[in-house]
């Protein structure tokens, strides 16, 4: 079984709407993150949770929300859609206790806003 | 504004010889460095990291670390076309406190058979 999970793995939604992006992780890691790729641009940090009560904005936040419901899972929301938040979207985890914290990343979410 | 350069490639090899990747960091204070490679539309995995002056070897991979010259490399060795893939370096900044990790925007090698 997949350490870190997401779902969906592919979603096609509409300009407006709202979605949500869930990962899950059985690692025990007490660290996520959440990345969005785009072609020529490599990964960029969208939020981040260093524990269920911090929440960090990354260098790509607005447009975006997450909820860290409890250490196994962070929630990535798009409020209202919009066709330049296609791309594809990445979770990973840490563990701070860890010397080199490695990150570990999830499956991917492949996104298509029309 | 701490940043971790790559050249984007495309690097192109032929299969059974020597591929270098390199990158640069801009931040004297970090810490630990990784390799990650990622195959089209696949998630980032793993290769190695290294936190030490030197050379780090786990099998066909060696990385290497130059802090004085805020560099680390990964060689591969005896290349494949299983290993086109883009090469993503990252860098822990420990010493800044709680910092996510830094990525490179990543190297494209692709290795001809």
């Known amino acids: 079984d997949a350490d870190v999970t997401q779902t969906p793995r592919n979603r096609i939604t509409k300009t407006g709407k709202r979605i949500m992006l869930e990962c899950s992780q059985t690692?025990?890691?007490?660290?996520m993150y959440w990345y969005r790729q785009d072609p020529g641009l490599g990964l960029r940090l969208i939020y981040y949770s260093f524990d269920v009560k911090d929440i960090n904005k990354g260098e790509i936040s607005d447009g975006y929300s997450v909820s860290r419901q409890a250490q196994a899972k962070f929630s990535l929301s798009l409020e209202s859609a919009i066709p330049n938040q296609t791309a594809l979207y990445f979770c990973a985890t840490s563990d701070s206790h860890s010397y080199q914290e490695t990150q570990y990343f999830g499956p991917g979410t492949r996104l298509l806003v029309l | 504004q701490k940043e971790v350069e790559q050249n984007s490639g495309p690097l192109s090899v032929p299969e059974g010889a020597i591929a270098s990747l390199n990158c640069t960091y801009s931040?004297?204070?970090?810490?630990?460095f990784f390799w990650y490679r990622q195959y089209s539309g696949k998630s980032p995995e793993l290769i190695m990291f290294?936190?030490?002056?030197g050379d780090k070897e786990d099998g066909r991979f060696t990385a290497q670390l130059n802090k004085a010259s805020q560099y680390v490399s990964l060689l591969i060795r005896d290349s494949q076309p299983s290993d086109s893939a883009t090469y993503l370096c990252a860098v822990n900044i420990r010493n800044s406190g709680n910092t996510p990790l830094v990525f490179g925007k990543g190297t494209r090698l692709s290795v001809i058979a």
């Open positions: 690692k025990g890691h007490d660290r």
């Open positions: 290294i936190y030490s002056n």
């Open positions: 931040d004297r204070g970090s810490q630990s």
